[in-house]
């Protein structure tokens, strides 16, 4: 769906699009007059849901748009993909900019918008720049601004650069960020369709979110919920990296066995035992290697093995890694980069962080462990954003599976996996980077 077609090193033009069927959902839509109404109900019944992180079905989204708003409306395409293990948006805008573009327009259509903006992370400069020389195009080609095609729809598309602060993938500190202000999440309610972008109505999606409209557009919601399985339609890419042979993109019908990717991905690098794996991202619960060997890779399958889909960032850890270690890198990531609006995420992340830090360099207490749990009891649901529960979940799942590493450290002082055997698998850190 989305990575078809995609050879060459000008793939991503707009004549190379316009060949693939590019835009043909757009001309669809503006031709035959398709009411909103009836593209909503084909997202709805496509069963595609937020491919950013909370996996909210995207039709059910849409709907919450005010219909008969005097007024401007906006959509917002969320590209500020800065969570460790994520780097699939940057690759949908390097390689395929204007389906995302197409999307976005159809959106605003069925939304009754006539101004998107796309969010593009801080610290992928050139992607940024590629991407306006798509908007160049399309504006050209008259496939975006007033008038579209002589249909009388209005719609045009800004791209905004961020600054590189992972608390801007949050959706109102997002909004917050373009608006000029400082990108910090926004009390909740009101909600973006209600008062978003300017304090106007507002709906946000992640980037292969809007990428997939036109395909259900021109094939139908059915065909798009067939390629996956129930509640969880469509294909997916998902990012593997980690301890695997061949780590990159890759995508796939959701439902596709765990044991099948891991094989398109090389299998695991020097022939060694799946330890653990992160399913969704950094902020997802790890699961053991045998459980993750039983799931499917969807919704429903990583929700059961107590862990979330997320992104579709597949972090791979083997027999080589400290899992301690780990969670210390994760937890300074989470340290650093909460926003400190709200005390127990500002406070918590920091007291997360120093007790791992503690236990990994043989300083641990005999109750650090209970003070961990205790600690992210107290942080998660009592921020403002879900940066707080971001921070605590890997911190809950790693002590819950990895409890004896955690235990040898505390009585120990030093790693349960063998240095030797750590430096053996060397590299896997700069997934969590």
């Not at 780590?247 to 991905?265: C, D, K, V």
């Amino acid at each position: 769906m989305l990575t078809s077609g995609l050879d060459g090193d000008n793939a991503w033009r707009l004549e190379h699009y316009l060949k693939r069927g590019g835009y043909s959902a757009l001309k669809k839509v503006l031709a035959e007059k398709i009411s909103p109404d009836e593209i909503i109900g084909e997202v709805k019944k496509s069963g595609l849901r937020g491919r950013g992180g909370a996996g909210f079905p995207t039709g059910l989204k849409w709907s919450f748009m005010p219909r008969d708003y005097q007024g401007n409306k906006y959509v917002v395409c969320n590209s500020d993909e800065g969570e460790p293990g994520t780097f699939k948006d940057r690759d949908i805008l390097r390689y395929n900019p204007h389906s995302v573009i197409e999307g976005m327009a159809i959106a605003g259509y069925a939304m009754g918008a006539s101004c998107g903006y796309n969010y593009i992370h801080g610290e992928i400069w050139e992607i940024y720049k590629r991407f306006e020389e798509a908007l160049d195009e399309a504006r050209s080609a008259g496939l975006l601004g007033a008038n579209i095609l002589g249909s009388g729809f209005d719609f045009d598309l800004f791209a905004h650069h961020g600054y590189g602060a992972y608390i801007c993938g949050e959706e109102t500190a997002l909004l917050e960020s373009i608006e000029g202000k400082k990108g910090q999440p926004r009390y909740k309610p009101p909600f973006p369709a209600n008062f978003g972008l300017y304090g106007k109505p507002t709906t946000i999606n992640n980037t292969e979110t809007f990428a997939s409209i036109p395909w259900i557009v021109n094939l139908g919601g059915d065909a798009f919920l067939n390629a996956g399985k129930p509640n969880n339609g469509g294909t997916k890419i998902f990012s593997i990296s980690g301890h695997v042979n061949k780590p990159g993109n890759y995508e796939i019908p959701l439902g596709t066995p765990f044991s099948t990717l891991l094989e398109m991905a090389g299998g695991m690098r020097g022939g060694r035992r799946l330890k653990a794996c992160i399913p969704g991202g950094s902020s997802s619960p790890v699961v053991p290697g045998d459980v993750m060997m039983q799931c499917t890779m969807d919704y429903d399958s990583i929700a059961k093995a107590g862990s979330m889909l997320g992104s579709g960032a597949v972090i791979i850890i083997d027999e080589t890694v400290c899992m301690v270690k780990a969670l210390e890198r994760l937890s300074y990531f989470y340290y650093e980069e909460s926003c400190g609006q709200c005390t127990p995420c500002r406070e918590g992340t920091s007291w997360l962080y120093k007790i791992v830090h503690r236990i990994e360099n043989g300083n641990g207490r005999e109750d650090d462990l209970e003070l961990l749990e205790s600690i992210t009891g107290n942080i998660m649901g009592r921020t403002i954003c879900a940066l707080g529960d971001a921070a605590a979940l890997p911190v809950q799942s790693f002590v819950k599976h990895f409890r004896d590493e955690f235990i040898y450290h505390i009585e120990q002082k030093k790693c349960l996996v063998p240095v030797d055997i750590q430096r053996a698998g060397s590299g896997f850190f700069s997934a969590l980077s």
